[in-house]
Nanobody, 122 residues
């Protein structure tokens, strides 16, 4: 199982951006996928959104602004970010594990992408 992110970049506050997680080796319907971010000055990765057993879950800081959608034909999961704030700046990672469940912590995912930079600044 391998995953790779794409779609990061520079966006102004209030703007939108889409990140895509491409999975390979295992089809999406057998995976749990999480988006995490590492913000400047912090070592730990915080949860952004995950594909939970009972439906998508997003952290409080992004709830209502970020959503996820999957494309099973392309084996991708897209994180759609809107109303972006400077505090959303960071490196965003896609992580995956085989099996369906609700996994909210970074250490529960064995497969990680390289990360993609998102910068929200005017």
């Amino acid at each position: 199982l391998e995953v790779a992110e794409s779609g990061g970049g520079l966006v102004q506050p209030g703007g939108s951006l889409k990140l895509t997680c491409q999975a390979s080796g295992v089809t999406m319907e057998h995976l749990s996928i999480g988006w995490f971010r590492q913000v400047p000055g912090k070592e730990d990765k915080e949860v952004v959104c995950i594909s939970g057993h009972d439906g998508p879950f997003c952290g409080d800081s992004v709830k209502g602004r970020f959503t996820m959608s999957s494309d099973t034909a392309k084996n991708t999961l897209t994180l759609e970010m809107s109303s972006l704030k400077p505090e959303d700046t960071g490196v965003y990672f896609c992580a995956a594990r085989v099996g369906i469940g609700t996994f909210r912590y970074a250490n529960e995912y064995p497969s990680w992408g390289q990360g993609t930079q998102v910068t929200v600044s005017s």
